[in-house]
C-alpha cells in the first residue's frame, strides 16, 4: 500500500497516550482518602527502592495567547494575580504534608509547567521555591526542570534557578517563520531563542530542550528546513516535535485561524518527515514519538537500558513515582490511581482555601488497566511489547493478536509468539497500535469529538 493511502486509512481521532487508560475513560473518582492511601503506598515502595517522589507545580498564567496552545492557561497582564497563586499552591503541599503525615517529602524529581512559570518574576520565583523546597529532601540523582517562554524569560530567572539546583531548562520554540508566528500569535525571534539558550549553558544549564510543533497553520517543507536549520544551530541536547493537535472545540482559540490553513494529513506527515530528516543528518535520533535527543542525552541512554518513560510530562529517562501535581488542573500518578485537580483556577482557590485536597476527577485502577497501560507504556517507549512472561494475565488480552493483525498486514508491526514489535515504517501509526489494546476505547467508542486527529 501507498503511504498517502496508509496515512489516509490510519489517520482517525486517538489519544497521545500519555497515560493509560486516557483522561476521557476514568470513571472511579477516587475519594480523597482513597488518593492520599494511594500516594502513601507509592511513597512507600519508592522509599523502599530508594528513589524519591516526583513533584509537578502547574503555574498556569501566560501573558497572551498562542492560538495554536492546547495547554491549561490562564491569559493576563495583571501581574497582581501570582502572589496569591503562590500562596495557594505552597497551602496545596502543606495540606498533602499534614494528611500524609509527612514533614519533609523525598524528593527525586521537581518540573515546573504550565502556562508560563517564568510569567512570575524571578523574586516570585524564588519565593515558591523557598516555600516548595524547604520541605523536601532531595536523593542524590534529583533532577529539576522547567519550561520556559523565551520572550518572558530573563537572566535573572536563570540564576534563581540555578541557585535552586535545576539544570534541565525546556524552550517554548515552536516555528522561526515570521509568517506562522504571526497566525498563531506567538512572535519571537532567533536572537531572544539564541541569547537565552547561550545565557541558560553559560550559567550551568546541562540540558537544554526546544519544543517545536509541525502541522501549524502556513506551514511549508521550506519554513521546516529553515526553522530546523536555525534549531540545529543552536544544538538543544533534546527536541520535543510535536504533531499539532487541533481540538477547537476544546480550545475555541484555535479557531481564531482558518482550517483552510492548515496542512492536510499528507503535507502535515510530510513537514514531519522532512523534519527528521534534516535532524538525523544533524545527530539526533528518534526516540519514542514525536522526540529527539543528541547520544550524550540521558534521553538517548534512556532507550537503550529501556528505562525509558512517558507520563503526563512526555518522555522521559526514568520513571519516578508518584507524581504529586500541584497548582489548577495538574494531574497526579500514584500509580494504582491518577487524580486531577479543578480546572477552574477560582474552584481551585476556594477549595484549596477550605482546606480540601482540590481534587475533582480521577481514576483508580483495576487489574486489568494495570495490564493494559504496561504494554501501552512498552510500545510507546520500546516499540514492543510482550506477554509471554509468567504469570501475564493473557485474559485481557484475547483481543489483542486479531486486533494487531491488520498493521502486520500492511508492513507497520512484526508479530512473535506472544509479542509484538513496531517496524519502522510503523513508527508513524504508533498511537492506532497503542489503540488495539485500548479496551476501554473499544468497549465505548467516543459519542463527540474528543481526541485529536493520529496523524
Ligand atoms: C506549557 S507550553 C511551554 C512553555 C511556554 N508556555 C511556551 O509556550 O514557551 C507547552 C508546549 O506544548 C506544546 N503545545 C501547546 N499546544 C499544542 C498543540 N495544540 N499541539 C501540539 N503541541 C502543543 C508547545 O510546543 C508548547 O511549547
Ligand atoms: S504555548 Fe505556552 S505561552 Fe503560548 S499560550 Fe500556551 S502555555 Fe502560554
Same mark, same amino acid.
Given at each position: 500500500?501507498?503511504?498517502?493511502?496508509?496515512?489516509?486509512? !490510519?489517520?482517525?481521532?486517538?489519544?497521545?497516550?500519555?497515560?493509560?487508560?486516557?483522561?476521557?475513560?476514568?470513571?472511579?473518582?477516587?475519594?480523597?482518602?482513597?488518593?492520599?492511601?494511594?500516594? &502513601?503506598?507509592?511513597?512507600?515502595?519508592?522509599? =523502599?527502592?530508594?528513589?524519591? =517522589?516526583?513533584?509537578?507545580?502547574?503555574?498556569?498564567?501566560?501573558?497572551?495567547?498562542?492560538?495554536?496552545?492546547?495547554?491549561?492557561?490562564?491569559?493576563?497582564?495583571?501581574?497582581?494575580?501570582?502572589?496569591?497563586?503562590?500562596?495557594?499552591?505552597? &497551602?496545596?503541599?502543606?495540606?498533602?504534608?499534614?494528611?500524609?503525615?509527612?514533614?519533609?517529602?523525598?524528593?527525586?524529581?521537581?518540573?515546573?509547567?504550565?502556562?508560563?512559570?517564568?510569567?512570575?518574576?524571578?523574586?516570585?520565583?524564588?519565593?515558591?521555591?523557598?516555600?516548595?523546597?524547604?520541605?523536601?529532601?532531595?536523593?542524590?540523582?534529583?533532577?529539576?526542570?522547567?519550561?520556559?517562554?523565551?520572550?518572558?524569560?530573563?537572566?535573572?530567572?536563570?540564576?534563581?534557578?540555578?541557585?535552586?539546583?535545576? &539544570?534541565?531548562?525546556?524552550?517554548?520554540?515552536?516555528?522561526?517563520?515570521?509568517?506562522?508566528?504571526?497566525?498563531?500569535?506567538?512572535?519571537?525571534?532567533?536572537?531572544?531563542?539564541?541569547?537565552?539558550?547561550?545565557?541558560?549553558?553559560?550559567?550551568?544549564?546541562?540540558?537544554?530542550?526546544?519544543?517545536?510543533?509541525?502541522?501549524?497553520?502556513?506551514?511549508?517543507?521550506?519554513?521546516?528546513?529553515?526553522?530546523?536549520?536555525?534549531?540545529?544551530?543552536?544544538?538543544?541536547?533534546?527536541?520535543?516535535? !510535536?504533531?499539532?493537535?487541533?481540538?477547537?472545540?476544546?480550545?475555541? %482559540?484555535?479557531?481564531?485561524?482558518?482550517?483552510?490553513?492548515?496542512?492536510?494529513?499528507?503535507?502535515?506527515?510530510?513537514?514531519?518527515?522532512?523534519?527528521?530528516?534534516?535532524?538525523?543528518?544533524?545527530?539526533?535520533?528518534?526516540?519514542?514519538?514525536?522526540?529527539? =535527543?543528541?547520544?550524550?542525552?540521558?534521553?538517548?541512554?534512556?532507550?537503550?537500558?529501556?528505562?525509558?518513560?512517558?507520563? /503526563?510530562?512526555?518522555?522521559?529517562?526514568?520513571?519516578?513515582?508518584?507524581?504529586?501535581?500541584? %497548582?489548577?488542573?495538574?494531574?497526579?500518578?500514584?500509580?494504582?490511581?491518577?487524580?486531577?485537580?479543578?480546572?477552574?483556577?477560582?474552584?481551585?482557590?476556594?477549595?484549596?482555601?477550605?482546606?480540601?485536597?482540590?481534587?475533582?476527577?480521577?481514576?483508580?485502577?483495576?487489574?486489568?488497566?494495570?495490564?493494559?497501560?504496561?504494554?501501552?507504556?512498552?510500545?510507546?517507549?520500546?516499540?514492543?511489547?510482550?506477554?509471554?512472561?509468567? %504469570?501475564?494475565?493473557?485474559?485481557?488480552?484475547?483481543?489483542?493478536?486479531? &486486533?494487531?493483525?491488520?498493521?502486520?498486514?500492511?508492513?507497520?508491526?512484526?508479530?512473535?509468539?506472544?509479542?509484538?514489535?513496531?517496524?519502522?515504517?510503523?513508527?508513524? /501509526?504508533?498511537?492506532?497500535?497503542?489503540?488495539?489494546?485500548? =479496551?476501554?476505547?473499544?468497549?465505548?467508542?467516543?459519542?463527540?469529538?474528543?481526541?485529536?486527529?493520529?496523524?
Amino acid at each position: 500500500m501507498m503511504d498517502s493511502e496508509l496515512l489516509k486509512k !490510519y489517520n482517525v481521532p486517538g489519544p497521545r497516550y500519555t497515560s493509560y487508560p486516557t483522561v476521557p475513560y476514568w470513571d472511579t473518582n477516587p475519594t480523597e482518602n482513597e488518593w492520599l492511601q494511594a500516594l &502513601k503506598n507509592s511513597i512507600s515502595q519508592a522509599t =523502599a527502592s530508594g528513589t524519591g =517522589a516526583a513533584i509537578y507545580a502547574h503555574l498556569p498564567f501566560c501573558e497572551s495567547l498562542c492560538t495554536y496552545c492546547g495547554c491549561n492557561t490562564r491569559i493576563t497582564r495583571n501581574h497582581g494575580v501570582s502572589d496569591p497563586y503562590i500562596n495557594t499552591i505552597l &497551602k496545596e503541599f502543606a495540606l498533602y504534608r499534614e494528611k500524609l503525615g509527612i514533614q519533609k517529602l523525598k524528593l527525586s524529581e521537581l518540573h515546573l509547567g504550565g502556562g508560563t512559570p517564568t510569567f512570575f518574576t524571578p523574586s516570585e520565583l524564588d519565593r515558591f521555591l523557598d516555600g516548595l523546597l524547604s520541605y523536601c529532601e532531595t536523593t542524590p540523582d534529583f533532577e529539576f526542570s522547567i519550561e520556559v517562554d523565551p520572550r518572558v524569560t530573563k537572566r535573572e530567572h536563570l540564576e534563581v534557578l540555578r541557585e535552586r539546583r535545576f &539544570k534541565r531548562i525546556s524552550l517554548g520554540i515552536q516555528d522561526f517563520d515570521p509568517k506562522v508566528q504571526d497566525i498563531v500569535n506567538r512572535v519571537q525571534s532567533f536572537e531572544q531563542v539564541k541569547t537565552l539558550t547561550d545565557e541558560a549553558r553559560a550559567l550551568g544549564f546541562t540540558s537544554v530542550n526546544y519544543d517545536l510543533i509541525y502541522g501549524l497553520p502556513l506551514q511549508t517543507i521550506a519554513s521546516i528546513e529553515d526553522t530546523i536549520e536555525k534549531v540545529v544551530r543552536l544544538r538543544p541536547d533534546r527536541i520535543a516535535f !510535536y504533531a499539532y493537535a487541533h481540538v477547537p472545540w476544546i480550545k475555541p %482559540g484555535q479557531r481564531r485561524f482558518t482550517e483552510a490553513d492548515l496542512p492536510s494529513g499528507d503535507q502535515k506527515r510530510a513537514l514531519y518527515e522532512r523534519g527528521r530528516e534534516l535532524l538525523e543528518s544533524a545527530g539526533y535520533i528518534e526516540i519514542g514519538m514525536d522526540h529527539f =535527543a543528541l547520544k550524550s542525552d540521558s534521553l538517548f541512554t534512556a532507550v537503550s537500558s529501556k528505562s525509558l518513560h512517558r507520563n /503526563f510530562m512526555g518522555y522521559t529517562a526514568r520513571n519516578v513515582n508518584p507524581i504529586l501535581a500541584l %497548582g489548577v488542573s495538574a494531574i497526579g500518578d500514584a500509580w494504582s490511581a491518577f487524580a486531577q485537580n479543578e480546572k477552574l483556577l477560582e474552584t481551585y482557590v476556594e477549595r484549596v482555601e477550605r482546606g480540601e485536597i482540590p481534587i475533582y476527577r480521577g481514576h483508580v485502577l483495576n487489574a486489568e488497566d494495570l495490564i493494559l497501560r504496561k504494554h501501552v507504556l512498552n510500545l510507546m517507549t520500546r516499540m514492543e511489547t510482550s506477554w509471554a512472561d509468567a %504469570g501475564e494475565r493473557v485474559e485481557y488480552l484475547s483481543e489483542v493478536p486479531a &486486533k494487531l493483525q491488520e498493521f502486520m498486514q500492511d508492513a507497520l508491526l512484526e508479530m512473535g509468539t506472544n509479542s509484538c514489535t513496531v517496524t519502522e515504517k510503523g513508527r508513524a /501509526f504508533l498511537r492506532n497500535i497503542c489503540m488495539a489494546f485500548d =479496551a476501554r476505547l473499544a468497549r465505548k467508542a467516543p459519542e463527540t469529538r474528543l481526541f485529536s486527529q493520529t496523524v
